[in-house]
Every structure is written in structure tokens, then in C-alpha cells.
DNA sequence: GCTTTAAAAAGTAAACT
DNA sequence: AGTTTACTTTTCAAAGC
């Protein structure tokens, strides 16, 4: 296979951001089309968009949290669409609302085959968690960057946690070596 | 100064109240499931380990005691599915697992994951095979398991997989359905684990 | 703690055809 | 028996219970 780092793909991406202006829920889930609206199960009002497709949670203070973007361009264009939406409805909406991302959701492949056993004790079980009773993946929590790993056996993995791009090809790189210096990647 | 002592008494009475619950329910679980005396005392252990180091808060009584029981199963090398224990205990399935992994971890267990040879002298004994199978089972699974086919998959269901292969293999046939009721797995999970134990054991 | 939203990984499971 | 749908794990914000 190639570098690991070149399987890096980006999966799901969670800002958040806010309009700066207190929201009325039920006269928006009213007049925004396709908009959920149930305060009873949750506090938020959910709004999909299409292209690009995402989830966006838009909530009485006006805070709003996106999901489902597949990069950080698509949760700035994702967003876009929705301070738009709601500027149609005659909503004030800020200029330029800062978005903060949350945590990006990445996944990779180490393009071998992981004997996770041999891994759960090489990293050390205090150091992980593999329960394949409960979950196939076996769960590993780096400092830094500081993200949580899920490795599979059949080498793939998800990296979740990360605030930037970066802290998935940092990850891949630590858990790479890592794994080659207790002689785990080879075989 | 009397209402303190009174409520230091009340405390420390709930508290006895408490770890006698827990110590019982151990009890209760460990005669459903058939686990030996050592299991038990394993079990109180574990639970009172919990309790010293304050890994109760926040969680209930029923649900710590599942989980060590769960662990003392495990550390004395006779495991229990989450799925048999949650049968005979008084909370889901999932706080089990997730009450488990967090007192192995804040104690320190050190718990290795649970090998599935250690469920082949049961189930094939609740099975009525024989030694020779119970034998037959344990080379599949190591065999197999050498070539890394046994990452991320069930320890019941790989089992249950290498018990139905070795009753063929030494023609003292139990059916899918039978070997899948013991181990509580279903049909198709043992036929997928068996067709890749079979492949790797290169029997055609 | 819980509720909701999204997404991947791989295993298991249940409901259908 | 094969397909589809769905649930397990991790992460994160939001407001409220």
C-alpha cells in the first residue's frame, strides 16, 4: 500500500457558531421549510441543507451548531445557506459570525491487517480499551495531538476529536510509528 | 454534637446497607450463573475496591456489582457473556459494559481480552461433547487465531464457530442452532465465522 | 447523566424477501 | 440464504431537564 497519510479522509466536521440575535423556534420551525421542530424531545430546531449536506441545530440564543460537512469549506458554505434562510425570514443575522470548529471525524487506512490483540498488550491495557465483545475497534486516546483513535483489524481507523486537519496526519503518524517501533505493523 | 454523631451513624449504617445490597445481589447473580464461591469472594473484592476508591458516585449500586462480577469472572479465566450476566442482573446490557470499562480502568484491572477457549470447556459441556471435540475446538481457535483472524470479532461467536467445526470434524454433529443456543450468538454468526475458520484451516 | 445531529470503522442482529 | 436497516464505539457543540 501507500503512505497512510494519503488515505486521510475527512468524514464529518462540528462547528459551532451563533447569530448574535435571540431566536422565536416556533415561528421559525413555521415559516423555514423543512425545518424539526419538537422543544419537548430537544431544545434545538434541526435544519438540513442539501448541497453541501449538513445538519445545522439552531437554538433559542441564537447559537448554532453544524454537523455533517465533509470540510471546513462546506461547513462555511453550509452555513452560509442558513444565515441566509434566516435572513429571508427578516432575521437579524451578523455579518461575519465567527464558526469554531468543534471536531473533525477522520478516517485512514494503515493498509495491513492489525493483529489487535498483539496491540491491546504492545500499547499497554492501561493505555487502551478493547472490548471485541462490545465494539470490533480497539480504542486508543493520544495526548498529542489530542484525539481519540479507533483501530480496526483490518487496518483502517478513525481518528475524532481533532480541531484541525493537521491532528489527523499528526495522529497517523504517531500511531505509525508507534506501532513500527514495538514491530506490530510488519508481518 | 448529638446530630452529628447521629448523622455520622445514619451514614455510616446507609453505608453498611449498602455494601450488604451489593454483597447479596454478587450472591444472587453468581447462583443464577453457576460461578464458583472463589468467583464470589473475587466479586466483593473488586466491589469494595470500587467503593474505597469512590467509583460509585455517579452510578448505581446494582450496576458496579454487575460489572465486577462481570470481572471477577473473567479474572479468574471462567468468563461470562455481558449477555448471560445481563440476564440474571437488574440493568441493561450496556451500563454493564460501560461500568465494567470504567472500574477495569480506574483499578487498574489489567484485564486481557477474553480469550474464547476459556468458553469452550462449558459450552461443550453443556453440549455433551467430548474431550476429543473440547480438544479439536481449542486447535481451531488457536490455529486461526495465530493468523489474525479472531481481531474485533465476538469470543462467543468465534467459539461457537470452532465448536460447531470440531463436531463435524470428529463426526459428533451438533447443529448451528444448537451450538448457537449455548452461546447465545446467532446462526449467521456462527456460518460467518465458520466459513473463515474452515478457509484458513484450509479444509474444503 | 440524558435528550439530538453527523460521520466513519466492523461486528452482530433482526426483520424481510 | 441474501438484503436492508439498525444498533454497538468515539468525538463535539448547543439548552434544558
Not at chain 2, 469472594?41 to 462480577?69: C, F, H, K, P, Q
Request: hydrophobic share 40%.
Amino acid at each position: 500500500m501507500q503512505d497512510p497519510k494519503e488515505t486521510i479522509n475527512i468524514e464529518n466536521v462540528v462547528a459551532s457558531t451563533g447569530i448574535g440575535q435571540e431566536l422565536d423556534l416556533q415561528s421559525v420551525a413555521m415559516d423555514l421549510e423543512g425545518a424539526d421542530y419538537d422543544p419537548e424531545q430537544f431544545p434545538g430546531l434541526v435544519y438540513r441543507t442539501q448541497e453541501p449536506k449538513s445538519a445545522a441545530l439552531i437554538f433559542r440564543s441564537g447559537k448554532i451548531v453544524c454537523t455533517g460537512a465533509k470540510s471546513t469549506d462546506d461547513v462555511h458554505e453550509s452555513l452560509r445557506i442558513v444565515f441566509d434562510k434566516l435572513r429571508d425570514l427578516e432575521i437579524q443575522v451578523d455579518e461575519d459570525p465567527e464558526i469554531v470548529v468543534q471536531n473533525i471525524v477522520t478516517s485512514a487506512d494503515l493498509g495491513r491487517n492489525l493483529n489487535l490483540n498483539a496491540i491491546a498488550i504492545g500499547l499497554g491495557l492501561e493505555n487502551i480499551e478493547y472490548e471485541p465483545e462490545q465494539f470490533p475497534g480497539l480504542v486508543y486516546r493520544l495526548d498529542d495531538p489530542d484525539v481519540v483513535a479507533l483501530l480496526f483489524g483490518s487496518g483502517k481507523l478513525v481518528i475524532t476529536g481533532g480541531k484541525e486537519p493537521d491532528d489527523a496526519k499528526k495522529a497517523v503518524d504517531k500511531i505509525v510509528s508507534r506501532l513500527e517501533e514495538l514491530g506490530l505493523l510488519d508481518g | 454534637r448529638l446530630r452529628k454523631w447521629q448523622e455520622r451513624i445514619r451514614t455510616k449504617d446507609a453505608g453498611e446497607r449498602n455494601l450488604q445490597f451489593a454483597l447479596s445481589e454478587i450472591d444472587r447473580m453468581s447462583s443464577a450463573l453457576g460461578v464458583p464461591r472463589s468467583v464470589r469472594e473475587v466479586a466483593s473484592v473488586i466491589y469494595r475496591r470500587a467503593l474505597d476508591d469512590d467509583l460509585i458516585r455517579g452510578r448505581s449500586i446494582e450496576g458496579v456489582a454487575t460489572a465486577a462480577l462481570y470481572a471477577a469472572c473473567r479474572q479468574e479465566g471462567i468468563p461470562r457473556s455481558l449477555d448471560e450476566v445481563a440476564e440474571v442482573a437488574r440493568v441493561e446490557q450496556k451500563e454493564i459494559g460501560r461500568t465494567y470499562r470504567y472500574i477495569a480502568q480506574e483499578l487498574s484491572l489489567g484485564l486481557e481480552p477474553v480469550d474464547p477457549v476459556q468458553y469452550v470447556p462449558r459450552f461443550c459441556s453443556e453440549l455433551g461433547l467430548s474431550e476429543e471435540v473440547e480438544q479439536k475446538t481449542r486447535e481451531i481457535i488457536e490455529v486461526t487465531a495465530e493468523k489474525g483472524m479472531l481481531s474485533g470479532k465476538s469470543p462467543t461467536g468465534y467459539a461457537a464457530a470452532a465448536i460447531y467445526a470440531a463436531s463435524l470434524l470428529c463426526n459428533e454433529k451438533k447443529t448451528q442452532r444448537e451450538v448457537a443456543e449455548v452461546a447465545q450468538v446467532t446462526e449467521v454468526t456462527i456460518r460467518n465465522r465458520y466459513q473463515e475458520q474452515i478457509e484458513a484451516l484450509g479444509i474444503h
